[in-house]
């Protein structure tokens, strides 16, 4: 609905029903023709130049005949080559995103999905596909460069599912069906090809203009060899790419003419699918579908980001289920659903991007909310969810699909366990450290001992360096250590703390996953490491900490 | 006329163009297979020969023989604060003196800072020691830092390096607070300024409070060049016009109308090529510079660093005999601006040396001009 190349972008017009489909076609085609007409242009425009010189000329194979030929050739020998020659690889099809759903395991939605097609008056999908995105889609593999229709899938995001009511997902549904009914995917292909053929090109001259420069540089690079033998530095001005370059710049200059006319008439396209939208679900619920998505969107990033994946490097993640369906606890949770409403105004303001195939969000919104009251409800209709049938063990399925496969393996855990897991092991870097620059296998408690009565700087010095830190003497290498032995000591203090009791980190959905010290430690402990590292270290402010917290330590030798 | 003559003609001349480019990059790679690669440059020669030390003899670590300032700095890393503390003050209120002479102590404290703290135990008021305390921290954030490009720099290093440099500041506020009169604290802050981005706008209130304390100071001038050129806060316009106005006004004779010479290195060294010797600016900078050294104390304390920067360009500028007295005259050391810059200094220090050497035969060996 919103967001991610799409394979029915194509060229669209006006209202529902209008001259749209032949026109759009049409365009597409003209659109795509043009870039190999362009590429004709050139090489049949040196050609005439040739001919006209060659038959206007008293000596046509002549010396000055010869090299016009001659630079014709090498200016259309890249043209030829790259637009026609070069046997550009259909990318092998990537496997379906997300996960089938038929109408025996999802009946309602399914059910609610065909009934919102009969009212519109187009032919339902035939595939319906749950995805792991904060956005919907469809598609249709047409024949014959659209003219036949062919096989429909629609692909609806589980966040979506988890962040909208039933009337906002209808809404959704809706719009993405207004894409079939106008048709807009039988062109999407043609489209897409088009974009293929002429980024293709210029990717290609470049890669030539790259392979010209780098001969280049290196003819320029021989010239500075001079002042390179005085012992001195040099720089060479910059290599040239070349007649490939002044290809590709044309040809770019094409692309971005392309991409700006298809975005223009996908853009239309969009306002059009709203408009299908508005007729089948009504103004308000169209508007606030519209609304909320950028919302949904933020809140999908952030959870994943501070929440679902925390434990993602140490191999652990949610229950099942739970990595995309911990969004709704992130939605559900008051403070911060007034900060994710306060999102809105700025994703309003958002720059606009010639080349993109959807029109700004708060476009779309008010042209929605300019039309006539409908009278038609947003509110009473339960969570979009509701419409799955074992909502909990879909989604699971939907993760196990859509995760990276590496996360099969991973271990499952509670949020709050997930959460004291995480944070443990956010710091068992600084106490593998210590405990190979003590060298003994000490558990938690009894290293902090060690450490605390042992000879500082030694231990400090053990610890593992960068070559810089390895490489300094004197005071810098001393400061080199300095955060490096603080850091690892802050580890080892929490985790003592925590074995203890004293520390554990909770998972909130109002503020990140955090820990919670008591409030005298958190209050002393900066301090008093700063103190444990300073150049005449004290350790005396850290073992008072430390036993106000009920951990005392044996006393230190001096 | 015939078209295609005509365009012929045209093509001929691009042909023509091209191939002379690439006859002259197969030229320059002859030119460069064949120079002996120690003594760079175009051809080998005996710098012993010429009243020079031989490449081998060549000391990198220092601009010139020094034994006071070192022997200074020996007994600080010694542990020793009264023989530093006594060095440093006998500079009295030559500041410059006094600036040249913090170097040398600045550098044992950002190694091993035990005598400064003893000094500030003995003496907790001394100005001398908070100096010594203040510059050593500034110096000590540069070595965190380390000398490469930011790309090469790590985060490590970009932490360790903010972190002294923001104490180094305080360090200095309390330096000047203890004497009031001196502008080394001052001075010293020039780096931080650097090292921290200071705007241009505060920068020039800093320096304000260096020029009323000691308008013409070289060491001042040397680093307030280094914040003005392009590659920290400022431009080669920028830095060229702060070089030439300090110059200009400058007492007749004073060193500082060498100041240019380090202007026009930094922006050769930027460039990476020597296109900037053929303006007349830098021909007459290149001559004021060269008459106030001729005419200069034979035991002046800038004079070293000043022969140096001096002797590359004259060289740069085909000066060559000019060039080559002046490289007699430094004697066995390379530790300078502008052979610090590169990779090899001595390779660098050797290769003008022999390009000196080389274009003074080919020019049938002709006597220094009189100035």
Redesign the interface.
């Known amino acids: 609905m919103r967001t991610a190349p799409r394979p029915a972008d194509g060229p669209a017009l006006l209202p529902p029903g209008g001259i749209g489909f032949l026109a759009r076609g049409l365009l597409a085609l003209a659109l795509l023709a043009g870039f190999y007409l362009l590429a004709l242009g050139i090489v049949g425009g040196l050609l005439a130049v040739d001919v006209l ?1 060659a038959v ?5 194979f ?4 010869l ?2 030929y001659a ?1 014709s050739a090498v200016l259309a020998y890249p043209v030829l080559r790259t637009v026609f020659l070069t046997h550009r690889h259909k990318p092998a099809p990537e496997p379906l995103p997300g996960l089938s759903v038929g109408p025996a395991e999802q009946p309602v939605l399914w059910e609610r999905v065909r009934q919102l097609a009969d009212e519109y008056g187009t032919r339902a999908p035939d595939e319906l596909r749950l995805v792991a995105e904060a956005n919907a889609q469809v598609c249709e593999d047409v024949r014959l460069l659209g003219l036949l229709p062919g096989r429909r899938r629609m692909e609806l995001g589980i966040p979506l599912l988890i962040g909208f009511n039933q009337a906002e997902l209808d809404a959704v549904i809706a719009h993405e069906l207004g894409h079939f009914g106008n048709k807009d995917t039988r062109i999407g292909g043609l489209t897409h090809s088009g974009r293929r053929a002429v980024a293709h090109t210029v990717h290609a001259l470049h890669e030539r203009a790259a392979r010209n420069r780098a001969a280049h540089a290196a ?2 690079a ?15 001005p910059q290599a040239s790419g070349g007649v490939d370059q002044v290809l590709a710049r044309i040809f770019a200059a094409y692309a971005g003419l392309y991409l700006t006319v298809s975005a223009a008439v996908s853009r239309r396209q969009e306002i059009a699918a709203d408009l299908a939208a508005v007729r089948l679900v009504g103004r308000d619920a169209t508007a606030s579908a519209l609304r909320r998505l950028p919302v949904i969107d933020t809140a999908l990033e952030y959870h994943l980001h501070r929440y679902a994946m925390v434990g993602w490097e140490d191999g652990l993640l949610p229950l099942p289920g739970q990595v995309y369906g911990g969004l709704a606890h992130l939605l559900a949770e008051p403070g911060r659903r007034e900060e994710l409403g306060r999102l809105e105004p700025e994703a309003a303001d958002a720059e606009h991007d010639p080349y993109d195939s959807h029109p700004p969000l708060p476009a779309r919104i008010a042209a929605v909310e300019s039309l006539p009251p409908d009278g038609r409800a947003t509110t009473g209709s339960g969570p979009a969810l509701a419409l799955l049938s074992a909502p909990e063990r879909t989604v699971a399925e939907v993760e196990a699909v859509t995760l990276p496969p590496e996360s099969a393996g991973m271990t499952r855990l509670d949020w709050p366990e997930l959460a004291r897991r995480t944070g443990r092991a956010r710091h068992a870097a600084g106490v593998d450290a210590l405990r190979q620059a003590v060298g003994r296998d000490l558990p938690a408690a009894a290293l902090l001992a060690e450490v605390m009565t042992g000879h500082l700087r030694e231990i400090a010095d053990r610890l593992p360096k ?1 070559p ?2 390895r490489a ?5 290498a001393r ?2 250590t300095r ?1 490096v032995l603080r850091s690892a000591l802050s580890d080892l203090v929490l985790i003592v703390l925590a074995d203890a009791g004293t520390a554990d980190w909770d998972v909130s959905w109002a503020e990140p996953v955090r820990l919670r010290l008591p409030d005298a430690v958190a209050r002393g402990l900066p301090a008093a490491l700063d103190a444990a590292v300073a150049d005449v270290p004290d350790r005396q402010p850290l073992r008072t900490l430390l036993a106000d917290a009920g951990l005392p330590l044996p006393p230190a030798p001096c | 006329m ?8 045209g ?2 001349v691009m ?1 023509v163009a091209a191939v002379s ?2 006859r ?3 030229r ?2 002859r ?2 297979a064949a ?1 002996p690669a120690p003594a ?3 051809r080998a020669i005996d710098p012993t020969a010429y009243g020079m030390a031989p490449g081998d003899r060549i000391d990198t670590t220092k601009a010139s023989s020094d034994p006071e300032g070192e022997a200074a700095r020996a007994a600080a890393l010694a542990g020793d604060w009264r023989t530093p503390a006594a060095y440093l003050e006998a500079a009295g209120s030559d500041w410059d003196l006094r600036w040249r002479r913090l170097g040398y102590l600045a550098e044992a ?5 035990a005598f400064v703290k003893a000094w500030q135990a003995a003496r907790p008021d001394d100005p001398s020691a908070a100096l010594v305390h203040a510059d050593g921290m500034v110096m ?1 954030a540069g ?2 830092r ?1 000398a490469l490009g930011a790309q090469h720099t ?1 985060h ?2 970009f ?2 390096f903010h ?2 440099l923001a104490d180094s500041e305080a360090a200095c506020l309390r330096a000047a607070e203890l004497a009031p009169e001196d502008p080394s604290p001052y001075i010293a802050r020039i780096t931080i300024a650097r090292g921290l981005g200071w705007s241009h706008e505060r920068f020039r209130t800093l320096w304000a409070e260096v020029v009323s304390r000691a308008p013409h100071h070289f060491g001042a001038h040397r680093a307030a060049l280094q914040y003005c050129c392009a590659k920290w806060q400022g431009s080669h316009e920028l830095m060229h016009e702060f070089a030439r106005q300090a110059a200009a006004s400058a007492p007749p004779g004073d060193l500082l109308a060498a100041l240019p010479l380090f202007a026009v290195f930094e922006q050769e ?6 296109d900037i010797y053929r303006l007349p600016a830098t021909a007459a900078a290149v001559d004021a510079a060269w008459r106030v050294v001729a005419a200069a104390p034979a035991g002046h304390h800038r004079l070293p660093e000043v022969r140096h920067i001096l002797a590359n360009a004259l060289e740069c500028s085909g000066r060559y005999a000019e060039a080559v007295e002046q490289f007699q005259l430094i004697g066995p050391f390379c530790g300078a601006v502008p052979w610090t ?2 990779g ?1 200094p001595l ?6 040396r ?2 000196a050497v080389a274009g003074w035969e080919d020019a049938g060996r002709p006597a220094v001009p009189q100035v």
Do not use: I
């Not at chain 1, 206007?56 to 046509?60: F, I, K, L, T």
């Not at chain 2, 390779?347 to 003008?352: L, N, R």
């Open positions: 010189l206007n000329s008293a000596h046509p002549g010396l000055g005949g090299k016009v630079v003819e320029l021989a010239s500075a060899a001079v002042r390179r033998a005085k012992g001195r530095r040099t720089r060479t960068s810089q830190a300094a003497t004197g005071r810098a400061e080199f955060p | 015939d078209v295609l003559t005509a365009l012929g003609g093509t001929g042909v480019a690439y002259k990059s197969r320059a790679q030119v460069a120079a760079g440059g175009g404290a950002a190694e091993d800072d000590l070595k965190l380390g790590t490590e290093q932490d360790a972190r002294v060294y930027r460039d990476g090529n020597e810059y590169y090899s390779k660098a220090f050797g290769g003008s022999a390009t």
